[in-house]
DNA sequence: CCTTGGATGTACT
DNA sequence: GTACATCCAAGGG
């Protein structure tokens, strides 16, 4: 499976992105994100996203406005917008809708397409089912960190850029509320492929019940 | 498979 | 101080 080395690809072009955020997500499954952090080509099929809404949407890093942190989202679609969070992870975003609308899908999970042996050489001890089943996870096979932040996924030579690809056929696309988010959880923004293995498990948000309130 | 708690830095109240 | 678009190890079934 996977894609030959060296044959010249051409990314998806700018436009796609500039579409209602829904829509840019749901096409999303399918696509085949292409890294060379490293000079090492990795490629990860999208099997898992979800779509943030920008200023209207309470779950959006974008709801209260720009901030150092969330610049990328307010700027021109097609571009990647990577945070750090919990102390330790990256998460990557696309950035859809012209500038100022900041909304965006974020990248939750996929499945490795070509360099596997790279990911293996990245996760060791971790199951190959597992390389990219998670927005954290996805980052960390590909190399991503805040260095890849605002990096414009549709240049012909860019060294993190999205591939076309067949795309998830209607009936396998599933959707539900998005994981992990303790605000708008009515909305179905999340969107995977039906009994893929790489999705990875749903929880709800909510911060997580309260250890003894006292300090040390 | 499930559940629980720790790790760890930054943004925000 | 608390939450956070998370992951991992350890323990139980």
């Not at 894609?3 to 990314?11: A, E, F």
């Not at 099997?47 to 989202?73: I, K, L």
């Not at 240049?155 to 599933?174: K, M």
């Not at 498990?201 to 309130?213: C, D, F, L, N």
């Amino acid at each position: 499976m996977g894609h030959r080395v060296g044959v010249v690809l051409t990314p998806v072009p700018r436009q796609f992105y500039d579409r209602a955020v829904l829509d840019v997500a749901r096409d999303l499954l399918g696509a085949v994100l292409e890294s060379s952090q490293g000079g090492e080509l990795v490629r990860i099929r999208l099997t898992e996203v979800e779509a943030y809404g920008g200023m209207a949407d309470p779950a959006s890093h974008a709801f209260r406005g720009p901030s150092p942190r969330n610049r990328t989202m307010f700027g021109p679609p097609g571009h990647a917008y990577v945070y750090f969070t919990y102390g330790m992870h990256f998460c990557m975003n696309l950035v859809t809708g012209a500038p100022g609308t900041a909304a965006a899908v974020l990248l939750r999970a996929g499945t490795v397409v070509d360099g596997v042996e790279v990911v293996a050489r990245r996760r060791p001890g971790i199951r190959p089912r597992d390389f990219a089943r998670g927005p954290a996870r996805l980052t960390r096979a590909l190399g991503v960190d805040l260095t890849a932040d605002g990096a414009d996924v549709c240049a012909a030579g860019g060294s993190l850029r999205v591939l076309p690809s067949v795309p998830v056929a209607e009936g396998a696309v599933r959707s539900g509320p998005r994981v992990g988010v303790t605000v708008a959880t009515d909305v179905p923004w999340r969107f995977w492929v039906a009994d893929d293995d790489s999705v990875s498990p749903y929880r709800a948000g909510g911060s997580r019940r309260r250890r003894g309130s006292t300090r040390v």
